[in-house]
């Protein structure tokens, strides 16, 4: 899972014109107020200040539907980032929004004002899951809208919520398939998470969600990955940042503080599962890059002790040489993104 460094900014709530099943930005983001102008260039100073050059990184608008903001507001923010980039600052400006919020005008205001890249909040390509999750806009939205950006010249970037309400298994490999053909550079994938107050919470209520189970969703995470990988699009965040308003609003739903590492460290598990059953030994030896043991062994040793339980005992030893996503196993080289799991 690629790192991808940037100075958010969240806006919650602006400029959207729905209340889907599963939102409050406020709570998802720590976030109380939507920023003034004067905040984004105090914090990109400080930022440069502190940090020195920044090419690798870029300023990003997140949380609510960006170009959906009345305009005056949307070229405000905009404007104050301008000063921070170029050589020696920032890269360019990342900004996510509504697949029904992008047409000629928005791409032109977006293009004047050095958005590089623009990342689509899809959520899911079956049409009955967005309209049972009150999104909005439907599948055919979020290609006519990755066409557009991609043809502009902008990077794109997707959102997938899994487990969402009414979602099957099946739907959530058929999305992650739509969302790869329609070309994006990046993706994230959010496991839902319930709040308290939202439409999920009552449905959490009358018992009625969620439909998939913890595993399904981390395995399904796992086989996206792999898939992801395969395709060569790059998958930026795996989970939901872990915030103290998250933590105190949050009910229920698919939820963990490093969520990538785990869905990364079932990766391993298949790996060495694999290993074992080719060795046909009780003894597991494998090599491992730096700081990459606690993936390996999983969770407070999840990996370990499933192994156990299958009757082979693993060794683990950290090597250098070893590239990292890669394994060692009694002398064998394999590759952790390659095992995807039976639909």
Do not use: W
């Amino acid at each position: 899972m690629a790192k991808h460094k940037t100075l958010a900014f969240f806006i919650p709530h602006r400029g959207c014109p729905h209340q889907c099943s599963f939102c409050d930005q406020r709570t998802i983001s720590g976030t109380v107020h939507a920023p003034e102008p004067e905040e984004i260039t105090q914090t990109c100073r400080e930022m440069l200040e502190r940090s020195g050059t920044l090419e690798s990184a870029e300023i990003a608008f997140f949380g609510g539907s960006f170009t959906a903001v009345e305009p005056a507001y949307q070229t405000a923010l905009l404007e104050a980032a301008q000063p921070f980039l170029g050589t020696g600052k920032f890269s360019g400006i990342r900004i996510s929004t509504r697949p029904d919020a992008v047409d000629a005008a928005v791409l032109e205001r977006l293009k004047a004002y050095h958005v590089t890249a623009v990342e689509l909040g899809a959520q899911s390509m079956c049409d009955r899951v967005l309209r049972l999750n009150a999104r909005g806009h439907d599948a055919q939205a979020v290609r006519t809208a990755s066409a557009m950006l991609r043809q502009a010249g902008f990077s794109l970037g997707l959102q997938q919520m899994v487990g969402l309400y009414g979602s099957t298994l099946q739907d959530e490999y058929d999305t992650l398939e739509q969302l790869l053909a329609c070309r994006p550079e990046t993706l994230r994938i959010y496991p839902t998470v319930v709040l308290a107050g939202t439409k999920l919470a009552a449905y959490c209520q009358l018992g009625v969600y969620p439909a998939l189970s913890q595993e399904e969703v981390l395995d399904y995470c796992a086989d996206a990955l792999c898939r992801c990988h395969e395709a060569g699009v790059r998958v930026i965040r795996l989970g939901l940042h872990d915030t103290p308003s998250l933590r105190a609003g949050m009910l229920a739903g698919y939820f963990h503080p490093a969520y990538g590492e785990l869905v990364e460290s079932r990766l391993y598990l298949r790996q060495l599962q694999k290993a074992a059953a080719d060795c046909g030994k009780p003894e597991l030896f494998v090599e491992t890059a730096p700081r990459t043991m606690s993936k390996v062994l999983g969770q407070h040793g999840c990996n370990r002790k499933t192994l156990a339980e299958q009757g082979v005992t693993l060794r683990v030893q950290e090597n250098a040489a070893v590239s990292p996503g890669t394994l060692l196993a009694n002398g064998k080289c394999c590759g952790v993104y390659g095992n995807v799991s039976e639909k």
